[in-house]
């Protein structure tokens, strides 16, 4: 069974930067999208940004111009490079991979921004 492993999470400063990462244990052949998603403390679980094959990218308001996404679909992995880093940011992010007719989900990566 394919599983997605998150890394690169932290506590991270006002202002700071850090580059989340997610590799598929094992192959999915025909993606429809790669993405990054975000649950607050106490809130839902959101979209951050998305790439979705043969369209483009798609990202959430508060994180245009802060955070860039970048996928490669062969080796099936997509990374979030996260600057700028707000308190408001402070999440469990998840990355998804939908393909093969499935939806995978990785268990998440914790991102703290204090100072």
């Known amino acids: 069974q394919v599983q997605l492993v998150e890394s690169g999470g932290g506590l991270v400063q006002p202002g700071g930067s850090l580059r989340l990462s997610c590799a598929a244990s094992?192959?999915?052949?025909?993606?429809?999208?790669m993405g990054w998603y975000r649950q607050a403390p106490g809130k839902q679980r959101e979209l951050v940004a998305r790439?979705?094959?043969?369209?483009?990218?798609r990202s959430t308001d508060s994180v245009k111009g802060r955070f860039t996404i970048s996928g490669d679909n062969a080796k099936n992995t997509v990374n979030l490079e996260v600057s700028s880093l707000k308190p408001e940011d402070t999440a469990v992010y998840y990355c998804?991979?939908?393909?093969?007719?499935?939806?995978?989900w990785g268990k998440g990566t914790l991102v703290t921004v204090s100072s």
């Open positions: 998804n991979i939908e393909g093969n007719g499935m939806n995978f």
């Open positions: 094992g192959r999915i052949s025909s993606i429809n999208s």
């Open positions: 790439i979705i094959s043969g369209v483009g990218t």
